[in-house]
């Protein structure tokens, strides 16, 4: 049971350069989230989607953005990469009935000269 | 706006002391999930627990328990006789029950030495 899957797992840019993360689930579940995370920040919500074709800004969505074309798949992308976007992004999802629990990946780690 | 604070950044105790992660939340509403996240060196998040509000009851597994206070809005994680494989940082997060997102505190990074 594969559950939460990101790619790439690592991929290194440079400073301007465009790329897509992509985060598939297996789970059927509604809502789906991306995450980073930075040293001593936690993990800081960018964007999340409560839907397929619906999508919603989290705490840090500058700089990024996001499509739910297929219920199972949530990409993120970065336009434009800087220095500042260096971080290990979280993909994770839940079901409609908010149970609490998220069901995350393994995280992406992005380094960008 | 919900927040979540982990006073602590950084605890390094020996092996088979105790040792106890505090964790503040602040909601504003009246229905709420809590959560204990372990993320070991390996990076994967690891669920430990999750606490409704309506629950205060204290829980206890193995050598885990959480102390949940509502009057002081905390949810303490406590390790009993810490184990080098207890090395991790420890996340505490919330959810409101009728909202969409779960909100994370900055974690505590646990070294626990042999």
């Known amino acids: 049971n594969a559950g939460v899957t990101q790619t790439p797992k690592f991929r290194v840019l440079k400073t301007g350069q465009s790329m897509t993360l992509l985060c598939a689930q297996d789970?059927?579940?509604?809502?789906m989230y991306w995450y980073r995370q930075d040293p001593g920040m936690g993990l800081r919500l960018i964007h999340y989607?409560?839907?397929?074709?619906?999508?919603a800004k989290g705490e840090v969505p500058d700089g990024y953005n996001v499509s739910r074309l297929k219920k199972q798949n949530f990409l993120l992308g970065l336009e434009s990469a800087a220095p500042s976007q260096t971080s290990v992004y979280f993909c994770?999802?839940?079901?409609?009935?908010?149970?609490?629990?998220?069901?995350f990946g393994e995280g992406s780690r992005l380094t960008v000269l | 706006a919900q927040k979540v604070t982990q006073a602590q950044t950084e605890i390094s105790v020996v092996e088979k002391e105790d040792v106890t992660l505090d964790c503040v939340y602040e909601?504003?509403?009246?229905?709420?999930?809590l959560f204990w996240y372990k993320q070991p060196p390996s990076g994967e998040l690891v669920f430990l627990i999750r606490?409704?509000?309506?629950?205060?009851q204290n829980e206890i597994s193995g050598r885990y328990s959480w102390n949940f206070q509502k009057s002081t809005s905390s949810f303490n994680f406590t390790i009993t006789a810490s184990q080098v494989v207890d090395s991790a940082v420890y996340f505490c997060?919330?959810?409101?029950?009728?909202?969409?997102?779960?909100?994370f505190g900055g974690g505590t990074r646990l070294m626990v030495k042999p």
């Open positions: 994770a999802s839940r079901p409609r009935v908010n149970t609490g629990e998220l069901f």
């Open positions: 789970m059927n579940h509604e809502y």
């Open positions: 989607s409560v839907g397929e074709g619906t999508t």
């Open positions: 909601t504003r509403d009246t229905t709420y999930y």
């Open positions: 606490r409704n509000s309506f629950d205060e």
């Open positions: 997060a919330l959810s409101e029950i009728a909202g969409n997102m779960l909100t």
